[in-house]
């Protein structure tokens, strides 16, 4: 379906506007979809997110800082989430060997084990992005990889900021 019909919104402003509205959009649909198969496990995006980030770096440790750079949600609160997995006792924190002001924080094998049940779901969710050839779905990733280019859109309102403010 386009769009258009899913909004009922027959005109934009510009080809650029409606990109965004549509990318707005796709964002809050994928969300939604995928936070489905996260609620019988008791997670949410970001607490999975977290999660990820941990399996990716097992067996080895990572800090709360580290795990706050790779995050997809720059806004969580990554100290909370891990308390919350720590709660669940999907990870484990110990005290950094290296800087004892600092937090490593390290998946457990029960967290491992949820990660696993949560994959063949997740496999079936990505299904839903199978109406695109794996071409178009590689196109799509670098295409939304060049928006976010230094010179993309993030720049570019700094720089209009700035000149409105001088």
Not at 22 to 36: C, D, R
Not at 74 to 97: F, G, H, I, T, Y
Request: hydrophobic fraction near 40%; aromatic fraction near 6%.
């Amino acid at each position: 379906m386009s769009i258009e019909k899913d909004i009922k919104q027959n005109h934009f402003k510009s080809a650029y506007s409606k990109a965004v509205v549509n990318i707005v959009y796709t964002n809050s649909w994928l969300t939604s979809l995928q936070m489905e198969i996260f609620k019988p496990f008791d997670l949410t995006l970001q607490q999975y997110n977290v999660l990820r980030i941990l399996r990716g770096h097992y067996p080895t440790p990572i800090t709360v800082i580290a795990i706050i750079e790779r995050m997809l949600d720059k806004m969580s609160n990554a100290s909370r989430l891990v308390d919350k997995l720590l709660a669940k006792e999907l990870v484990e924190r110990r005290v950094c060997p290296d800087d004892r002001r600092a937090v490593d924080v390290l998946i457990t094998q029960k967290g491992l084990a949820l990660l696993e049940e949560i994959d063949i779901l997740q496999h079936k969710w990505e299904e839903h992005l199978h109406g695109l050839s794996e071409n178009e779905a590689l196109l799509l990733s670098d295409l939304l990889d060049k928006l976010r280019e230094p010179k993309s859109a993030n720049s570019q309102l700094q720089e209009l900021t700035e000149s409105i403010n001088n």
